[in-house]
Each structure stands twice: as structure tokens, then as C-alpha cells.
T-cell receptor
Framework: AQSVTQLDSQVPVFEEAPVELRCNYS??????LFWYVQYPNQGLQLLLK??????LVESINGFEAEFNKSQTSFHLRKPSVHISDTAEYFC??????????????FGTGTRLQVFP | GAVVSQHPSWVICKSGTSVKIECRSL??????MFWYRQFPKQSLMLMAT?????????EQGVEKDKFLINHASLTLSTLTVTSAHPEDSSFYIC??????????FGEGSRLTVL
């Protein structure tokens, strides 16, 4: 069975500092990996995804994640965070279709809190 | 972009009553919608897949008679928690895919059963 582990439930960081949100998964087959972000009082939004090809994927707002098959990880990073990045971040894995419509298994989430 | 809206965002009810939560795709049609449940500090757990015009597909361990799902139109799916009890208190989230496959999530509905 697949599972997703987000080791850090909360990550406090000062503005303009780098941040890494960790995500590890377990699966016996190929997977597709996603990071979703949930801002206060809003629904989950897709931040970035790995389907195939380059193991480094980037989002439009400066986040990036690298798929590491040997370490079964998909950590999310940003070199310099902003106050507006404060949100809950969920890592998810899908064994099925790459478009994300198949069943997603979510991690427990990491709350990123950026302080001025 | 595509929008999925849930209503109500927060509901409090007495034990034994039933509560209906709506999930609407506002600017696109969705033949499939997904219902998730999230307990505090836990993952989102898929409860069921709602299919327009047919029966919902429930995940193992989810009581069909407890969580009634109706997907009567291409833009609306409803989740009814029947005879709610305090242990049903949770955050319920729906999602709907575009034809491209990208998933859009609602804002979630927080249910508190007293």
C-alpha cells in the first residue's frame, strides 16, 4: 500500500530565509507526486507535480521540488520565503493516471509559518 | 481558473440529525467528484467517488448508509451525513477534475456535532 509521510507538522521560518518541507513516500510501483497548498479559508491548490522526465519541478512562485527515487522523497524547497507563503502544504501521491484524477493519498500536511 | 465551491463552510448540528453538504463546480462540468475527510492534524482521507447519474463508489471502511452521496447534475454533488454523532465531527472536502485531469478543491466544510 502507498503512504506519504510529512515529518514536520510545523515549520516556522523568518522572511527571506530558505525553507525545505520534507516528504517521503512508500510505494512498490511507479508513482506520480504532487504538492498542494492550502491558504487560510481556501481550498487546496496544486503547487507543482512530478509525472515523468526531469526530476526537478518548479512552480511559478519560486517553489521547487526534486523527485529522488532512491530516497523515495519529494521535498519542497524555496530559497527565500515571503510572508504570503504562510499556508498548509500537503504532499500527495497517485499511483494511477498522471493527471491527478485518480485516488490521491495525502500526507498529514506541514504548516509553514513565515515571520517578519 | 476553475472554481469548486462548498456550502456550508461551517455547520453545527445536534446529535441524531442529518446534515447536507453541497459541492459545486462553478464554471465547468464534472462527471466525477471526490469527497475527502480530514481529522485534526491528520491526512485527507478519500471517502468516496461521486459519479454523475450513477451510484457513488465508497472506499473501504466508509459506511454507505451513513454518508449518502448524490451527484444529480454535472455541477453538483451532495454529501449527507445521516444521524450525525460527535465522532462524525470533521472537515469534509470535495474536489472535481477538469477534463485535463487537474483537480480543483473546495474550501471545505467543517462539521461539528454536539
Amino acid at each position: 500500500a502507498q503512504s506519504v509521510t510529512q515529518l514536520d507538522s510545523q515549520v516556522p521560518v523568518f522572511e527571506e530565509a530558505p525553507v525545505e518541507l520534507r516528504c517521503n513516500y512508500s510505494s512498490s510501483v511507479s508513482v506520480y507526486l504532487f504538492w498542494y497548498v492550502q491558504y487560510p479559508n481556501q481550498g487546496l491548490q496544486l503547487l507543482l507535480k512530478y509525472l515523468s522526465g526531469s526530476t526537478l519541478v518548479e512552480s511559478i512562485n519560486g517553489f521547487e521540488a526534486e523527485f529522488n527515487k532512491s530516497q523515495t522523497s519529494f521535498h519542497l524547497r524555496k530559497p527565500s520565503v515571503h510572508i504570503s507563503d504562510t499556508a498548509e502544504y500537503f504532499c500527495a501521491v497517485s499511483q494511477g493516471g498522471p493527471r491527478g484524477t485518480d485516488k490521491l493519498i495525502f500526507g498529514t500536511g506541514t504548516r509553514l509559518q513565515v515571520f517578519p | 481558473g476553475a472554481v469548486v465551491s462548498q456550502h456550508p463552510s461551517w455547520v453545527i448540528c445536534k446529535s441524531g440529525t442529518s446534515v447536507k453538504i453541497e459541492c459545486r463546480s462553478l464554471d465547468f462540468q464534472a462527471t466525477t467528484m471526490f469527497w475527502y475527510r480530514q481529522f485534526p492534524k491528520q491526512s485527507l482521507m478519500l471517502m468516496a467517488t461521486s459519479n454523475e447519474g450513477s451510484k457513488a463508489t465508497y472506499e473501504q471502511g466508509v459506511e454507505k448508509d451513513k454518508f449518502l452521496i448524490n451527484h444529480a447534475s454535472l455541477t453538483l454533488s451532495t454529501l449527507t451525513v445521516t444521524s450525525a454523532h460527535p465522532e462524525d465531527s470533521s472537515f469534509y472536502i470535495c474536489s472535481a477534475p477538469l477534463a485535463t485531469g487537474e483537480l480543483f478543491f473546495g474550501e471545505g466544510s467543517r462539521l461539528t456535532v454536539l
